[in-house]
């Protein structure tokens, strides 16, 4: 199998090397890169300028998309910054490629539904990259909610929080992706991932309403605080990020008529209050473990031509959803209808 990574960044050298433990020499491994950074970043974050990524995972660098995309590779994983998403994907698939996209599908929904079509006219398989779906305790909780422990449920708090200056120690946070209007940054699409556990514990959301912006002292020009509400099936669901806090978190609290659940997942921990389901906590779970299981998870829907857990079509309703929190962010408005929402 011929793999392409577009964009190898920490991202997408941590899908090199999961690919490397995952098959070995099975695959071959090429990227596009557009910038020149060789070093190895580690499972942990660390940065090792000794060591050169291309020569320790058999990577064959490109220049060029074109040349890259000229090798005819099987699979493309779509790693770049969130403004490119969508013109790589959509070349990619023209190309025949399998697509593992990284979230958010895109930064806005200019061209989705032609990636759309694409994907579906050429029979291929398409996948986005929401690793936290494939933590055991957010399978656990998934499984608790649909066997209606909690009774129902009246109140959901989904709480994420990190300081962005730490999140790459070896960049400038300002010349991230994260921290660029133009490269597709901002909190809320950057982490996509809490509206992803949203709609994946919840369904998904009929209406957004959002407040906050860019409130911290942080050297950006976007929003580095959302606080949400989403109206799901029978629930409203708080999310609240920020790109100015520490100490980190990444939280779940659910409230129901029998009891309470409270998922910390940097913790590892899943409790009930009072004990409704054993509770549950993974101190020795390792971070990669999830990014390790989507992408074998993915591989295997390839060759079994089967439709993956994290389906572009899902990607895409949770890229709706994202971009009305920006929109009634953006223009301060009260509830705001999620386009394109089947009531």
């Known amino acids: 199998m011929r793999i392409l990574i577009a964009g190898l960044g920490a991202i997408g050298r941590r899908h090199a090397r999961n690919l490397r433990a995952l098959r070995g020499t099975g695959v071959e491994l090429h990227a596009w890169r557009q910038r020149g950074d060789r070093a190895v970043i580690t499972n942990g974050g660390a940065r090792d300028p000794t060591r050169d990524v291309h020569a320790e995972l058999h990577i064959t ?37 399998h697509l593992f996209l990284e979230k958010p599908v895109a930064a806005s929904m200019r061209g989705v539904e032609r990636l759309r079509e694409t994907v ?27 066997r209606d422990l909690l009774g129902p449920v009246w109140d959901v708090e989904i709480d994420y929080a990190e ?22 940054g901002g909190v809320t699409l950057t982490q996509i991932h809490d509206y992803d ?19 911290s002292a ?42 309470d659940a409270a998922l910390d997942l940097l913790a590892a921990t899943l409790r009930f209050t009072p004990a409704l389901a054993p509770d549950a906590s993974l101190a020795d779970y390792e971070r990669n473990r999830m990014f390790l299981d989507e992408v074998a998870h993915f591989l295997a829907s390839i060759e079994r031509g089967k439709q993956p857990a994290v389906p572009l079509e899902e990607g895409i309703a949770v ?24 009531s």
């Open 61 to 97: 660098p490109h220049a060029s998309l074109d040349v890259a995309l000229a090798t005819r590779p099987d699979v493309a994983f779509v790693c770049t910054p969130t403004a490119q998403h969508l013109e790589v994907a959509q070349r990619a698939a023209e190309a025949g490629c």
């Open 120 to 146: 579906a006219a050429r029979g291929l398989v398409a996948m986005v990259g929401c690793q936290w779906r494939f933590h055991p305790l957010v399978a656990q909780l998934r499984d608790t909610l649909a």
């Open 163 to 184: 300081y962005l200056p730490d999140w790459h120690q070896w960049e400038d946070y300002r010349e991230s992706y994260a921290a660029r209007r133009a490269l597709g």
């Open 197 to 215: 556990l949203a709609y994946h514990l919840f369904g998904p959301a009929r209406e957004c309403r959002a407040s906050g912006g860019h409130l």
């Open 218 to 259: 942080l050297e950006i020009d976007v929003e580095d605080t959302v606080d949400a509400q989403l109206r799901c099936d029978g629930v409203v669901v708080r999310v609240r990020q920020s790109f100015a806090q520490r100490p980190p978190r990444r939280t779940v609290t659910v409230r129901g008529e029998r009891g």
């Open 319 to 342: 890229l709706r959803i994202a971009l009305t929190v920006k929109q009634s962010l953006e223009a301060g408005l009260g509830w705001t209808r999620v386009e394109g929402f089947a």
